[in-house]
């Protein structure tokens, strides 16, 4: 019997645990297209490790929130930058067919990175003072702060053999002007307490200079804010 | 192309919503059976109404937590009650090859009833307090007001024709001998700043109590803790 189990806690974990031990449940077809659409660069190995089944990563351009329970905002952007595979021609149509903007990227280290250093310029700034990218990048030191977090980073790229273009900066210093409502996805993660995907952000480059020799003092010092953050959160909560 | 999207936040159901438009995602087929089990007497039937499919009702009887992501640590029990349905027969087999008590109840509703009635007398107690069923029943006072808590349910279920057992209230207070370190479905929530369920338990009471001009005083200061406790972890958390 095939088998599904939807929004699993610790109830449908058990259950879906027992059907699967039994033959059940979780069976991927070999032509099914598994797609990660998370921020992070190194998500599609991992869950292909974890799931025996290839996964295309996925770059995701979109800001959208949960409004309320069955109820997403959107609030600009879309589009979707797709790795290649043998199935990402036909998904790519179908993904048109339903008004996403895709484009099949032919170096997707390049853009999985180029996300990633978006995500390292804002998202923890954004997080830990609750602040929108528009007025965040007003006040004074911002700038500097995120710069350096961006050259960090793409030091790091850099010397793991991804390439980055050299405007990198420019082009991320325009982000606030053209979504300064935008909250960062991990203060959206902050404001309801879930934990956040810091350590697949920030925190990637800060592992992966540490083990490259390269110095991430500013990557560091967001990762470890918004580790607090959360922290500050959790205690403050009866257990 | 059939489309599942796991783990939808924002992002998943922007885009997932717009591959539904597009005519994919989500599709049940017609023979497909949906269970619920879920906490509460009247899912099935509300979650059928939102996915225009029918919806068989299950009771859980098992102790779960969990444990951490991937890992559910089964504290005990694990039977399940189905309701009637041309597919409840086959659906027993597989679960009962999987391990898995189960009875096919010809009065679901008096089962539903008689597990939401136990969570009516366990749940927000145990939530409020943080405390397991078995040091739980040893304060003083506490078993007045679970028995309170019992009879204003079941005056409610009989009033909505609903049969209950005239033993109820002796076979629930034999409970927290059975499993003294179970913490309530409503504790973990609260331990985790989920959203409650308590709505659909001692709120259930409430609201059909009041329907029907019975009163519900010990349900209601129950729910109600359970709601100020939610409100008060919420406030404590930055926006």
Chains 1, 2 share one sequence.
């Not at 309320?68 to 979707?80: C, E, I, K, S, Y």
């Not at 895709?102 to 609750?130: E, H, P, Q, R």
């Not at 053209?178 to 956040?196: E, F, I, V, W, Y």
């Amino acid at each position: 019997m095939q088998v599904a189990v939807v929004g699993a806690g610790a109830v449908g974990c058990y259950y879906g645990g027992l059907l699967l031990r039994a033959g059940h449940a979780g069976r991927l077809r070999p032509d099914t297209s598994v797609l990660s659409l998370q921020n992070g660069v190194d998500n599609a190995p991992r869950l292909a490790a974890v799931i025996g089944h290839a996964v295309i990563p996925v770059v995701v351009y979109v800001g959208s929130e949960m409004a309320g329970p069955g109820h997403v905002r959107h609030h600009g952007g879309g589009d979707l930058a797709i790795g290649l595979s043998a199935a990402s021609e036909a998904l790519a149509q179908t993904l048109q067919a339903a008004g996403i903007g895709i484009t099949i990227a032919d170096d997707i280290d390049k853009t999985l990175w180029s996300k990633l250093i978006i995500n390292c310029a804002f998202n923890a700034l954004s997080a830990v003072a609750g602040i929108s990218y528009g007025p965040m990048l007003e006040v004074e030191g911002t700038r500097n702060v995120v710069t350096s977090a961006v050259q960090e980073a793409v030091s790091v790229a850099r010397a793991s053999g991804v390439s980055i273009s050299d405007d990198i900066i420019e082009q991320i210093l325009k982000i606030p002007a053209a979504m300064p409502n935008q909250m960062s996805s991990t203060a959206q993660d902050l404001a309801r307490g879930k934990p956040s995907e810091i350590d697949f952000l920030n925190g990637y480059v800060v592992r992966k200079g540490a083990e490259l020799g390269i110095a991430t003092p500013t990557n560091r010092a967001l990762q470890v804010m918004v580790k607090l953050a959360e922290r500050g959160k959790m205690s403050g909560q009866r257990k």
